[in-house]
């Protein structure tokens, strides 16, 4: 839905509708299942902690995807973005004590050769499709603003983790998501005004409008579960299921995109590495000791530090 909106719409614009959306949503959400009593005990690093995860998620993080999709395609832009997985378990061993297993380890460098092998893939074909010759990849831009969303969607959750604290709960995460949403929604508010504001929206495609709508509203369910996840579950759990989401943006880009996307088998490949390398970062070695051999177990039950 994004790429069909920043075809026609800018990115700015494009935050200007997506993030301000998700306040109204929370708030929904809080005062439904009382996030709001859960808001009034949240402590002033609680607050500080969850409305910094908002601005590094929310307004870097979401500017560098957006970028990164107009520049890319969202096909393309997927096995880069897929680095914020190796940021958020490096992070999450220093600073919340979560270990590294040669399990993680083998998916660490998974997610990093998948880019590797897409953007590879993406200079070596040379044939496109009558359809699909308007659609040039820049791939300097796409790679860089790439980078910038792995960074903040990598670093993020260890702010909602630190701002919950030991003892968050469900409850607590709503109301720690609605701090995040109107901490980001403040500083778009203010990048919009710089822009030009209300003559600046103006300029908005109907369309475009509607796409990022949208994805406004699809995203918040996102963010809800997300923050709701990350109060059960350490942080190396959930992003990498959380990436899996790759899955489902291959598909609908292909519905939906396809004249506006790079599909090559090298571009698809870089995609699956990538989700392989998820998906061994979120295994149990306790479930993958359960099927190998005895003598690999030894091995595989190693643990840094």
């Not at 109301?175 to 949403?181: D, E």
Request: charged share 10%; net charge positive; glycine share 10%.
């Amino acid at each position: 839905m994004l790429r069909r909106g920043v075809l026609t719409g800018g990115v700015v614009q494009a935050m200007a509708i997506t993030v301000p959306l998700g306040v109204p949503l929370f708030a929904l959400a809080c005062l439904l299942f009382g996030g709001f009593e859960a808001l009034s005990r949240f402590s002033g690093s609680g607050w500080a902690w969850m409305a910094l995860a908002g601005i590094v998620h929310f307004v870097i993080g979401r500017y560098g995807n957006y970028r990164a999709t107009r520049a890319l395609g969202a096909t393309l832009s997927s096995p880069i973005q897929q680095l914020s997985v190796p940021i958020s378990l490096v992070l999450a061993l220093i600073f919340l004590d979560e270990v590294l297993t040669p399990l993680r380890l083998t998916g660490f460098v998974l997610v990093m050769i998948g880019p590797l092998v897409a953007v590879r893939g993406q200079n070596g074909s040379k044939k496109r499709s009558k359809k699909n010759s308007d659609f040039h990849p820049q791939l300097g831009e796409g790679m860089l603003w790439g980078a910038v969303c792995a960074v903040g969607y990598g670093s993020s959750p260890l702010f909602i983790m630190q701002g919950l604290g030991p003892a968050g709960s469900l409850i607590d995460s709503l109301a720690g998501g609605l701090v995040s949403y109107t901490a980001a929604a403040i500083v778009v508010a203010v990048m919009v005004m710089l822009a030009g504001g209300v003559t600046f929206m103006r300029d908005l495609d109907r369309i475009a409008l509607k796409w990022f709508a949208l994805s406004g509203i699809f995203v918040f369910l996102s963010q809800m579960f997300r923050y709701m996840a990350l109060a059960v579950a350490p942080v190396s759990v959930v992003v990498p299921i959380q990436r899996l989401s790759v899955i489902f943006r291959t598909i609908f880009s292909w519905f939906m995109n396809r004249d506006h996307e790079v599909f090559t088998g090298t571009v698809l490949l870089g995609i699956a590495l990538s989700l392989l390398g998820a998906i061994a970062l979120t295994l149990s070695t306790d479930i993958v000791l359960s099927v190998v051999p005895a003598d690999w177990a030894e091995f595989l039950s190693t643990e840094w530090p």
